[in-house]
């Protein structure tokens, strides 16, 4: 059974910046496209970012420039670093598959972008 702890979240300031932490346990990491997803108060979960086994990268337009996805895969761990940060990035993050079947999700981590 797959599961992912996120952290690495907080209250930062527009404009600055912060680094999420995915750590998953189970096989399939190695292999599994991975993304980050968030949720904010009132909206449904959206995918942001997606890594492939080989480290190919897409991101929503939301946040592409600004945000930057990476996988270490000797370590079963994926990292979202966002800089730039703007209010409308607050969110509850989250890590998960971003092909095939979704795992059980994780308790997520807070980002509140905030002055």
């Known amino acids: 059974q797959v599961q992912f702890v996120e952290s690495g979240g907080g209250l930062v300031q527009p404009g600055g910046s912060l680094r999420l932490s995915c750590a998953a346990s189970?096989?399939?990491?190695?292999?599994?496209?991975m993304g980050w997803y968030r949720q904010a108060p009132g909206n449904q979960r959206e995918l942001v970012a997606r890594i492939t086994s080989g480290g190919s990268t897409n991101y929503s337009d939301s946040v592409k420039g600004r945000f930057t996805i990476s996988r270490d895969n000797a370590k079963s761990t994926m990292y979202l670093q966002m800089n730039s940060l703007r209010p409308e990035d607050t969110a509850v993050y989250f890590c998960?598959?971003?092909?095939?079947?979704?795992?059980?999700w994780g308790q997520g981590t807070q980002v509140t972008v905030s002055s």
């Open positions: 189970g096989s399939i990491f190695r292999f599994a496209v």
């Open positions: 998960n598959t971003a092909q095939g079947v979704l795992r059980p």
